[in-house]
């Protein structure tokens, strides 16, 4: 599998070839990406295993706790879900929904700028999204120009 990046193109950029040399300079990426378009069940249980126990609860009130200790139960339904993702390039709507809310950064809260905000997303989503990262990650030296400094350690 071979991956083409691209990053945002204005509108008025009408030249495909003109685009895939100015925004990605590298052009295609020959090595395949681990899960060679599959994602396998063991990918899965590293995706789900690499979280903390216990965060805020998200949008769906699920606990990636949840996912490790009834995984016997729920791995059959979510190796459905996460292989549907990745065969259609698509997601749910509702597993794309997220919740933003704001926490206070101290006890004595006097002005908007004394909160944070969090996004709490699906677990579900929060699993496909760490599937991708575990994926790309070997691959971001070739993948992003060596003028971009942000998402690679090192640099």
């Known amino acids: ?3 083409v990046v691209f990053r945002v193109v204005p509108n008025w950029v009408r030249n495909v070839a003109w685009k895939m040399t100015y925004f990605c ?3 295609r990426v020959s090595q395949p990406c681990a899960t060679h378009g599959q994602v396998s069940e063991v990918e899965i249980a590293k995706a789900i295993w690499s979280f903390k126990l216990i965060k805020a609860p998200r949008l769906d009130g699920l606990h990636p706790f949840f996912y490790q ?3 016997q139960t729920v791995r059959h339904k979510m190796i459905k879900l996460v292989l549907e993702v990745f065969q259609t390039s698509s997601i749910l ?6 919740l933003i809310a704001i926490i206070p950064k101290s006890r004595d809260v006097a002005s908007i700028s004394q909160f944070r905000p969090i996004s709490l997303c699906n677990t579900s989503y929060k699993i496909i999204k760490k599937i ?9 030296n070739k993948i992003v120009s060596p003028f971009q400094g ?3 350690p090192k640099r």
């Open 150 to 152: 942000s998402f690679l």
């Open 1 to 3: 599998m071979q991956i």
């Open 132 to 140: 991708l990262v575990m994926c790309l990650r070997p691959m971001l």
């Open 25 to 27: 300079p590298h052009g």
């Open 69 to 71: 200790c009834c995984w």
């Open 93 to 98: 709507d509702r597993l794309n929904e997220t």
